[in-house]
């Protein structure tokens, strides 16, 4: 077993409809949490960033962390063509200077006009 | 804030050659810098972690004596692909992390190296 899972879809949303991104893991270490988006052939850019559980909000974007269900979401509100990517969960247990992410496989989000 | 570059974008290069690739942080000192290899439609491969003024950590699996890497300021870390095979072509991305906050990673935009 991974230690994240995450669906790689592609996922195929209409431009305006809520997208609902999720990974769970199995460490029950991790307490950093993540969500990245990776255009074609570019790095990763950081959406969120959360510690522990808890929701965090910035513009349409809001990040959920349930620790007790090893469970973490990502919501994209107002969907746009420009919000299709791959997106990344990630996440990372305190190890010191040295913290190493653990990544999910990604799941490739298709917003349609 | 929180930038990271990556020099070149794109290289090709013959087979036998070697490769260096810069990774800088533009707004901020990096103590701890990373490189990633991604292959089309999958997630990054940690290759290794290095650390300023110190010899990197390379994961398992990973050449250390084919992937140099060198981590000599705050602000630049190269990745140096030696005597490149066209199994060595990849998409090659570094990050980094701000000193002293966080555990969250900035990463670079990315290098495609082709090995012909």
């Known amino acids: 077993q991974k230690e994240v899972e995450q669906d790689p879809g592609p996922l195929s949303v209409p431009e305006g409809a809520i997208v609902s991104l999720n990974c769970t893991y199995s460490n029950s270490a991790f307490q950093y949490f993540m969500w990245y988006r990776q255009y074609s052939r570019k790095g990763p850019e950081l959406l969120m960033y959360?510690?522990?559980?808890g929701n965090k909000e910035d513009g349409r974007f809001t990040a959920q962390v349930d620790k007790s269900s090893k469970y973490i979401s990502l919501f994209i509100r107002d969907s746009q063509p420009s919000d299709s990517a791959t997106y990344l969960c990630a996440m990372s247990a305190y190890t010191g200077t040295a913290s190493k992410l653990t990544f999910g496989t990604g799941t490739r989000l298709q917003v349609t006009l | 804030g929180a930038v990271v570059s990556q020099h070149p974008s794109w290289v090709i290069c013959k087979s036998g050659t070697s490769v260096k690739i810069e990774c800088r942080s533009l707004?901020?000192?990096?103590?701890?810098m990373f490189w990633y290899r991604q292959f089309p439609k999958k997630s990054l491969m940690l290759m290794a972690t290095?650390?300023?003024?110190?010899?990197?950590?390379?994961e398992q699996g990973v050449e250390k004596d084919k992937f140099l890497i060198n981590h000599a300021s705050l602000t630049l870390s190269t990745l140096t692909v030696t005597s490149a095979h066209p199994e060595d072509s990849s998409f090659y991305i570094c990050s980094a992390r701000v000193g002293g906050r966080g555990y969250e990673q900035y990463f670079g935009p990315g290098t495609r190296l082709t090995v012909t």
């Open positions: 707004d901020f000192q990096a103590t701890t």
């Open positions: 290095s650390n300023e003024g110190s010899k990197a950590t390379y």
């Open positions: 959360t510690y522990s559980s």
